[in-house]
């Protein structure tokens, strides 16, 4: 996506439905999703149930079938999408080469 001459930030994203704490999924995602490969390769997978170190659960819909990651243009998106959509206590962005935390109402540095 292009806007003005610049590439437009977009961000990919998947809900994960249990243990979305940081001390349960940011833990995980910080100790074994370090790099973009393996948080693309994460993506790929599209919508979990769990992530445990030894384990990622997909998420299926009603006909079995995976569900893909979702494409946002911006971080409001992002966050629109994740808090009043999802109702997500946590947000994790990859971004520079390490994961960040938004929680609804916080300030960030992105």
Not at 32 to 57: C, F, H, I, K, M
């Amino acid at each position: 996506m292009r806007r003005e001459g610049r590439t437009a930030p977009t961000f990919r994203s998947i809900y994960c439905h249990f243990d979305g704490y940081e001390n349960g999924v940011g833990k995980i995602l910080r100790q074994y999703y370090r790099t973009e490969e393996r948080v693309a390769w994460l993506l790929d997978l599209g919508e979990l149930r769990g992530l445990s170190p030894n384990r990622v659960d997909i998420y299926l819909d009603r006909d079995a079938q995976v569900i893909p990651a979702a494409l946002s243009p911006s971080l409001p998106a992002l966050q629109e999408l994740a808090y009043d959509k999802s109702g997500a206590e946590y947000l994790y962005i990859f971004a520079n080469g390490q994961w960040h935390t938004l929680r609804p109402g916080q300030p960030h540095g992105l």
